[in-house]
């Protein structure tokens, strides 16, 4: 069957490589120049890095699967992490149940609070008691208010911006349990984070290699204006350059509100889920220091009047030889769509983060920096409130042959590489059960 793929993001990628594993004639159009989507690559000091800050964790176990599929294994290393809080103007350890005990900000008893939280949410499964709560009114009601007005309130409006209050304790309950599970021996055991050595693009340009080996049609720069419907069955697609394309069955693995646009032919009902969740965006200043901003790898800010909510020191995680000697730091914001900052130029900003970065390490200099980059990222944190799932869109649309896959249907984990993975492939399987079912034929991929 010929299948069309719309979006080279690693949803889509994987979609695109598994249905070319099972004999399909497989297109793939992405917009952009360049296949990845958020996990997509520039050169620094003669290496590779992400644009966005990215590991894995040791539950990630699809995008490890797939690393080592692809002849990769060798190349995943993994560390302990160095987690830090930055708050009163100091940087807190925050990595052993000892570095918890001595979190000066929380009165002790907060502190073992904030410590049973952790372990009671690592050992609960069914999320689904979660959905209906917000975070703010679970984490006070039980555990402290001290404990969400210290740790977990900072950390929530530095994602969410205004709509802090009222993200779902089943987003919070995933992050918490994911991390836990990352630490091989239990709680007591140091997080491991993975990392693939050359960085994570080196896998998206084998899934690209392997497309094109066996035949798969892949064009970046290439959008496409509408997917086209005849007799109420998706048809194939309408380019932006008036090529049309015609499919037996059409993947689209792209933001939910650019689909919409896409489908005029879609029912109401349908369309209004497209649209009904609100979106972070993705804000990151990547700097090139010759020294080190801190001892920390992943530093979350709770100081009030910060205008950033991390900073990632990826040297403090992989050694700064791979990118000339020098330290390389994110600075990390999710940020609403209207926000002021998305107005600026690369240099009003600076002038806003800089005196931001001495308050954490006031030796910090201006002449510490030799490259610094701005990157963004559209719909890349979909605002997870109560009831969320209700206003999840189906991965089989309403028009027979048209399959979504967006990063508002991952549920109730957090998006990631590990679970867009997930969700290409599933859709992707899908899509070949409907067609042999259409065909009349037993299904090989069910």
Not at 34 to 61: A, C, I
Request: hydrophobic share 40%.
């Amino acid at each position: 069957m010929k299948i069309a793929v719309v979006g080279g993001g690693v949803a889509g990628l994987a979609a695109a490589y598994r249905l070319l594993q099972e004999g399909h004639q497989v297109s793939l159009f992405e917009a952009g120049p360049t296949l990845g989507g958020l996990v997509r690559t520039f050169e620094v000091g003669g290496g590779r890095l992400e644009s966005f800050y990215h590991h894995v964790f040791r539950s990630d176990t699809t995008v490890i699967r797939l690393i080592d599929d692809l002849g990769l294994g060798d190349r995943m290393i993994w560390r302990n992490s160095k987690v830090g809080f930055f708050q009163g103007g100091r940087i807190y350890d925050f990595v052993t149940p000892l570095d918890l005990l001595r979190f000066r900000p929380l009165p002790l008893l907060d502190r073992v609070r904030l410590g049973f939280m952790g372990l009671r949410l690592r050992r609960q499964d069914q999320w689904e008691q979660f959905e209906e709560v917000t975070a703010r009114d679970w984490i006070v009601r039980n555990v402290s208010r001290r404990v969400f007005d210290v740790v977990w309130g900072p950390l929530l409006r530095g994602k969410f911006g205004e709509a802090a209050d009222e993200v779902s304790m089943a987003w919070l309950w995933s992050k918490i349990h994911l991390r836990f599970s990352s630490r091989r021996g239990g709680p007591m055991q140091k997080e491991q984070l993975g990392y693939l050595m050359g960085s994570f693009g080196i896998y998206i340009d084998e899934l690209e290699r392997r497309l094109r080996d066996g035949g798969a049609d892949v064009r970046v720069g290439s959008p496409v204006q509408e997917v086209t419907v005849e007799d109420g069955r998706a048809s194939g697609l309408l380019l932006a350059s008036g090529e049309r394309v015609p499919a037996d069955a059409v993947v689209a693995a792209m933001a939910s509100h650019a689909f919409e646009r896409l489908v005029p032919a879609l029912p109401e009902d349908y369309r209004s889920k497209l649209t009904s969740v609100r979106w972070q965006w993705a804000f990151c200043m990547v700097l090139a220091l010759r020294e080190s901003l801190s001892h920390i790898y992943w530093l979350n800010i709770a100081e009030a009047g910060m205008p950033f909510l991390a900073v990632v020191e990826h040297t403090n995680f992989i050694e700064r030889e791979h990118y000339g000697g020098q330290h390389i730091l994110y600075i990390s914001n999710y940020l609403r769509p209207d926000h002021p900052y998305f107005d600026l130029s690369e240099e009003q900003l600076w002038e806003i983060f800089l005196p931001a970065l001495q308050r954490i390490n006031p030796r910090f200099s201006a002449d510490w920096v030799r490259e610094r980059w701005l990157f963004r990222g559209p719909y890349a944190q979909p605002i997870v409130t109560t009831g969320y799932r209700r206003l999840i869109p189906e991965h089989r649309t309403p028009i027979p042959g048209l399959y979504l896959a967006t990063m508002n249907q991952i549920y109730p984990e957090d998006r990631g590489q590990n679970y867009s993975i997930i969700m290409g492939e599933r859709v992707a399987e899908m899509a070949m059960e409907d067609l042999t079912a259409q065909a009349g034929a037993p299904s090989a991929a069910s």
